[in-house]
């Protein structure tokens, strides 16, 4: 049956990542067990699927759903035990680092990843942006294996182009994140890399959106915000896979969401501070300057969003880059 087996990603269970083998043994006696499967897979066998219940890999269902026949029969829903967010979120990240590589920007999400995967690093930005050269120090203090990668400012009009025809929400942001993606999903597929491992959702999670500072809602912000990462994954998502790849999310496991869960939002942002228990976790792992480093969101400290700007200006669009945006859509 392992033949009729086409598994995007990796499926695991209680920890232990299923070979292909132990998927076909397991389908061989029903579907149930998928239920509680964690990963990040889009998993097709003959007459079903299944997709993992955030929806990080992209198929043909929806997130969290098992198809039979057509027919929706249950839903992908791992429960896993309750632990520290620190085992967690190890956890999460060593079961995630047999290969590839991680999307660093020197700041607290990445450089956590980055410390405890043991894998390669990748920045990138424009020539003398503060993500190139934040990222640089932080990879030299703990000694990471890091590569930056210059982009071109003419580069950046050639990689909007290409994700506006793959997002699902053509926004300035989306358009500008997706175009800092573009650049480190490229590196990664032309160097064998298939996994990239990122800090997405870390700011859902814990708080990190300046927002937080200012709300009278935190409890509903953290919902919207979480609620919003489907949409978020499928923009990066359908970047990297231009490339061959699929972005990987630690934060995102349900080890991890389970545990950031059971702190009180007030206990996530408080005194000023956004994600304040991941940044106590990260002690464990990183100087303090780098756990407590306030940093830029990835389409600014790449220095991608002055380029985005810039090229809309320079195609009539001073006070809108929406409205360049929506041109490169219909281009």
């Not at 085992?87 to 450089?111: H, K, M, P, Q, W």
């Not at 990668?149 to 994700?163: C, F, M, S, Y």
């Not at 380029?307 to 669009?317: D, E, L, P, S, W």
Request: proline residues 4%; aromatic residues 8%.
């Amino acid at each position: 049956m392992t033949d009729d087996i086409s598994l995007t990603g990796w499926i695991e269970q209680d920890g232990r990542v299923l070979r292909r083998a132990d998927i076909a043994e397991a389908l061989s006696e029903g579907y149930g067990w998928l239920k509680s499967c964690g990963g990040e897979f889009f998993l097709a066998w003959d007459g079903g699927c299944a997709r993992d219940s955030m929806g990080i890999v992209q198929g043909g269902c929806g997130p969290g759903e098992i198809i039979v026949d057509g027919a929706v029969i249950g839903r992908v829903s791992p429960e896993p035990p309750s632990q520290p967010l620190a085992d967690a979120i190890e956890t999460a990240v060593r079961l995630r680092n047999s290969e590839g590589v991680v999307a660093f920007s020197g700041g607290v999400d990445s450089a956590l990843i980055a410390a405890i995967a043991d894998l390669p690093c990748v920045t990138v930005g424009i020539e003398g942006s503060h993500d190139l050269m934040h990222a640089a120090r932080v990879a030299e203090e703990i000694g990471l294996d890091h590569t930056y990668v210059i982009v071109q400012p003419d580069e950046v009009k050639t990689a909007l182009r290409g994700v506006m025809q793959v997002i699902p929400r053509r926004t300035p942001v989306d358009a500008s994140i997706a175009a800092t993606l573009f650049f480190a999903a490229r590196w990664a597929g032309e160097n064998g890399h298939r996994r990239i491992l990122a800090g997405q959702g870390a700011d859902e999670l814990f708080g990190g959106y300046a927002r937080y500072l200012e709300t009278d809602d935190m409890e509903g912000l953290f919902r919207e915000d979480f609620e919003g990462l489907r949409i978020q994954s499928a923009r990066d998502q359908s970047v990297a896979g231009l490339f061959g790849c699929t972005l990987s999310c630690p934060y995102l496991d349900s080890r991890v969401v389970r545990a950031a869960g059971a702190i009180p939002s007030a206990e996530r942002v408080s005194g000023g501070v956004r994600k304040r228990p991941l940044r106590r976790v990260a002690l464990r792992y990183l100087p303090a300057e780098i756990a407590c480093y306030e940093k830029k969101a990835m389409q600014y400290g790449s220095g991608i969003w002055k380029v985005v700007q810039r090229c809309a200006r320079n195609n009539g669009y001073k006070n809108s880059v929406q409205g360049y945006i929506n041109q490169l859509s219909r281009a």
